[in-house]
């Protein structure tokens, strides 16, 4: 994995070289991911409108509504 970072002469990575070697991927990465982000920005897209307000009140089944709690935890991998 780190023979890209060896010298010519066959010599072994040093420090200095590993970390010189992680700074520019570290860099990298950021750059390629505020490019990204700078596309993802520029899309146009309709907002989300909520329903108007009051809701409906509905009654709520306390056994059913755990029942379909305790079955969305374990579906999620929760």
């Known amino acids: 994995m780190l023979k890209h970072l060896a010298e010519k002469d066959g010599s072994p ?14 860099a990298g990465s950021a750059l390629a991911g505020s ?28 056994m059913e509504a755990g029942r379909r709690a305790f079955n969305y935890y374990h579906e999620k991998g929760g």
């Open 13 to 26: 990575v040093n420090r200095r070289r590993f970390i010189a070697a992680t700074g520019m991927a570290v």
């Open 35 to 62: 490019v990204a982000m700078a596309d993802i920005g520029k899309s146009k897209q309709s907002p989300v409108t909520a329903p108007t307000l009051p809701w409906p009140w509905k009654k709520l089944d306390p």
